[in-house]
């Protein structure tokens, strides 16, 4: 099988319209057949990164690439940056404001969460630049 | 317990019913999304306060039966519009999270 490639915008400070992208490939996975399993951690993972970018970023782009054994999620955002990942990477460690928090999240399970939902999880970041975040999923 | 069975149970309000004869298979309670999403067990009532738009996200994610929205908090029209859209089940009662999963259980 070829790859599939899939290319989203994830619209910034639009809460309504944040995780379609994740149930676009989530649906797309689904009828590839692809081990339930294995579809709810892609799903869960890109869905955090979404909300990270929706949050923090003012948006961004995703791009999805499905391969026979695994999928790989790239988010890749233009906002402020990450200043130090290893915080940033703490479960509980959170720059969300209250506003965010009343939504339901900026709980600082973000990175945590997508990092336990993959297999490889890839942060890099520049301030002012922005960040990317590649999302690694192995399929069984 | 079909989702219909739930609402009665529960004096729900259904706001949206797609699939009334789905079965219940567990629930889930918990109002910190990236909690829910990562732990709401497929085919399970998903008993929350949140009502921002968010929980109809995470309801396809989790592929949960449906929304119970307790306490009777608002819920916004313009949600109920996209639950239609998107079919999920989302009912609201008066019960807090403790009581209506009490009942719940105790039907179970």
């Known amino acids: ?140 | 317990m079909t989702v219909n069975q739930l609402a009665e149970l529960l004096n729900a309000n259904k706001l949206n019913i797609a699939n009334g004869e789905k079965e219940v298979a567990t629930g889930y309670a918990g109002d910190l999304l990236s909690f829910v999403m990562g732990r709401a067990p497929e085919d399970s009532a998903w008993f929350t306060i949140m009502t921002n738009v968010n929980i109809l996200a995470v309801a396809t994610l989790t592929d949960v039966a449906v929304v119970v929205v307790c306490e009777g908090a608002t819920v916004d029209e313009s949600i109920i519009e996209k639950a239609k859209q998107q079919e999920i089940n989302l009912i609201k009662t008066e019960y807090d999270v403790f009581n209506a999963i009490k009942r719940y259980l105790d039907e179970t």
């Open chain 1, 1 to 140: 099988m070829e790859k599939i490639h899939l290319e989203f915008d994830v619209d910034g400070r639009n809460f309504v319209s944040a995780g379609t992208a994740t149930a676009k490939v989530k649906a797309c996975l689904k009828e590839m057949g692809i081990n339930p399993d294995d579809v709810k951690r892609v799903a869960i993972a890109m869905y955090e990164g979404e909300i990270n970018m929706v949050i923090h970023a003012n948006g961004g782009k995703a791009l999805v690439d499905i391969y026979v054994d695994k999928v790989v999620v790239k988010l890749i955002d233009t906002g402020k940056g990450i200043a130090d990942i290893n915080l940033a990477m703490k479960p509980g460690y959170s720059t969300a404001s209250d506003d965010i928090r009343q939504l339901g999240f900026g709980a600082g399970m973000g990175l945590p969460n997508m990092k336990k939902h993959s297999d490889e999880c890839i942060v890099e970041s520049e301030v002012g630049k922005g960040t990317t975040v590649t999302l690694i999923t192995n399929l069984h």
